[in-house]
C-alpha cells in the first residue's frame, strides 16, 4: 500500500470541500479497519461519523471485503438493461425480507442522489400512467437534503445547495422545518412540540390543488442540515394528510436506512409507511457506490398494467453492478450474523448519555439525539457562521476523532459496532475540544 502523501494536490477538485483551505493543510486517510481509520502520519482517527454516514457495520469488515473480491474475479461487470445476472435478482429478494415485505419493488441507482430523482421520477411517470398527468408539483421541506442531483435540489432546502444553480424545477413548493431551539433544546427521541406543522401540507393543498401535487418528499430524520428529529406524531400526520390528497409520501432514508435509529429503517421505528424509501450508504456499508429506491406494490402495478413494452424509461449503466450486489448481500448477511441492530440498541442509552452530559459545556446551546445519531449546536462566532464548529472538527480530526459539522452543528453517527470504549473514547476528547474553544 502506497502510504506517502500524494506528489500533487492541485488537480483534484474535491467535493463540498474548502478546497484552497484543505490543500493548504490536508487530512488525509490510508486505511481503515472497524471503527478506526488511520492517517497518513500513522495516527489512529476514532470514526465518529461512520465515514459519511455509510459503515455501520465497521471498515473492512472482513465478510464484505470477501464477497466484493470473490465477485470481481467473476463477474466484473454485467448490464442490466435487457439484461441480468443473478446476485441482482438475489438481493432484491433479500432487500424485500429486509423491509419486512412492507415494500414489493426495489429499483438500484448508484448513490443517494440518484435514489433520489428516479422516485421523483416514479411519482410523476405513476400519476401519468394511473390518468392523473396533471400530478406534477412537488413538495420538498425547509432545510431537507436530498442529494445533489437537479431534481435533489430543487426540493432540497439549504440555500447555499441551491441558490448558484438556478433555475431548478418548476412546481416545487417547501414544508416548513421542524427545528424550534426555544421549545424543543436538549430533547432526546422525538422533540415535543411541532406535529402541526405537518399540517402546513393543507395550505399547500388549498394554494395549488391537491390534483396539481405528485409527491412530498422528507428526511424521517435530516441529517445533513443538522439532525433535526421529527416531533412526535408530525410523520404520522403528514402520512394521513399524503394518503387524504392522493399524493405519494417518500421517505428520504440514505441516511436513516440500515439500523441509525436501530431499526432497519426509520420507518420501522415511527412506524410510518410511505409510498417509496430512498437509500443508499449503509446498503452495502460503503464498500462500493448504490442506491436504491423501495416502492409499495401499488406503485409498481401502474407501470405493469401499461402497455406492453419497456415499462420505465430510467436507469443507470450500474444499476445493480455485480459488485455492490455483492456487498449488499454480504451486508445483509452480516447484519443478521453479527446482530449488528441488538448492538446499536445495547450501546443506545450510553450513548445518549454521553452525548448529553456535554450539557453545560462551552458554546453548546442544544444536543439531540435518536437512535445512534447526536447533533450538538454550537453558538455561533458572531459574523462568521459555522467557523466554530468547523475549528472543532479540526481540532477533533488532530486529537485523533473523525466528527461531522454543518453550520454550527456537530453531527454524530458512528458505525453500529460501536463499544462503551469508543464512546468514552470520543465523548472525553469532544469534551476537552468543546472547553478550549473559541
Ligand atoms: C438524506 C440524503 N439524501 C440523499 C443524499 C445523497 O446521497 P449521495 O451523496 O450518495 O448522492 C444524502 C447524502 O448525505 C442524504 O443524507
Not at 486517510?29 to 454516514?53: F, I
Not at 416514479?122 to 420538498?140: P, Q
Not at 402520512?239 to 409520501?249: P, V, Y
Request: hydrophobic share 40%.
Amino acid at each position: 500500500m502506497n502510504e506517502s502523501r500524494p506528489a500533487s494536490m492541485s488537480s483534484f477538485w474535491m467535493p463540498f470541500t474548502n478546497n484552497r483551505d484543505f490543500k493548504a493543510n490536508p487530512r488525509l486517510l490510508v486505511s481503515a479497519e472497524g471503527m478506526y481509520y488511520k492517517d497518513v502520519d500513522g495516527n489512529t482517527v476514532l470514526d465518529g461519523t461512520a465515514g459519511l454516514w455509510c459503515v455501520p457495520c465497521g471498515h473492512a469488515q472482513p465478510k464484505i471485503v470477501a464477497a466484493v473480491r470473490e465477485m470481481v474475479g467473476q463477474l466484473d461487470f454485467a448490464p442490466t438493461f435487457q439484461m441480468g445476472h443473478p446476485a441482482a435478482f438475489d438481493l432484491a429478494e433479500k432487500l424485500m425480507d429486509y423491509t419486512g415485505h412492507r415494500f414489493g419493488h426495489v429499483f438500484y441507482t448508484n448513490s443517494g442522489s440518484e435514489a433520489v430523482d428516479t422516485a421523483l421520477k416514479m411519482a410523476l411517470a405513476y400519476h401519468r400512467a394511473r390518468g392523473e398527468a396533471g400530478r406534477t408539483r412537488l413538495i420538498g421541506r425547509e432545510r431537507g437534503y436530498h442529494g445533489v442531483g437537479f431534481g435533489g435540489i430543487s426540493v432540497g432546502g439549504i440555500g447555499g445547495n441551491r441558490r448558484t444553480f438556478g433555475p431548478l424545477l418548476p412546481g416545487v413548493d417547501h414544508l416548513p422545518h421542524t427545528h424550534n431551539l426555544e421549545k424543543n433544546a436538549y430533547s432526546r427521541g422525538e422533540p415535543e412540540h411541532g406535529a402541526n406543522l405537518a399540517d402546513e401540507l393543507e395550505r399547500i393543498v388549498a394554494l395549488h390543488d391537491a390534483s396539481t401535487i405528485a409527491a412530498v418528499i422528507v428526511e424521517p430524520v435530516a441529517g445533513s442540515t443538522g439532525v433535526l428529529i421529527p416531533p412526535k406524531g408530525y410523520l404520522k400526520r403528514l402520512r394521513e394528510l399524503c394518503t387524504k390528497h392522493g399524493i405519494l409520501l417518500i421517505f428520504d432514508e440514505v441516511i436513516t436506512g440500515f439500523g441509525r435509529l436501530t431499526t432497519p429503517f426509520a420507518f420501522d421505528y415511527f412506524d410510518v409507511i410511505p409510498d417509496m424509501v430512498t437509500a443508499a450508504k449503509g446498503l452495502t456499508n460503503g464498500m462500493v457506490p448504490m442506491g436504491a429506491v423501495f416502492t409499495q406494490q401499488h406503485i409498481h402495478d401502474a407501470f405493469m398494467d401499461g402497455p406492453a413494452g419497456i415499462e420505465l424509461f430510467h436507469g443507470y449503466t450500474y444499476s445493480g453492478h455485480p459488485l455492490a450486489c455483492a456487498a449488499a448481500l454480504a451486508t445483509l448477511e452480516v447484519f443478521e450474523e453479527q446482530k449488528i441492530l441488538d448492538n446499536a440498541k445495547a450501546v443506545q442509552e450510553y450513548w445518549t448519555d454521553a452525548v448529553h452530559s456535554l450539557k453545560g459545556l462551552p458554546h453548546v446551546i442544544d444536543i439531540r439525539t435518536i437512535g445512534l445519531v447526536a447533533g450538538i449546536e454550537l453558538a455561533p462566532i458572531d459574523g462568521k457562521p459555522g467557523a466554530r464548529a468547523f475549528s472543532a472538527f479540526k481540532k477533533a480530526f488532530a486529537d485523533g476523532v473523525l466528527i461531522r459539522t454543518t453550520g454550527d452543528i456537530i453531527a454524530l453517527s458512528p458505525p453500529l459496532v460501536l463499544e462503551k470504549k469508543h464512546i468514552d473514547e470520543l465523548f472525553g476528547k469532544l469534551a476537552t475540544i468543546l472547553k478550549n474553544l473559541d
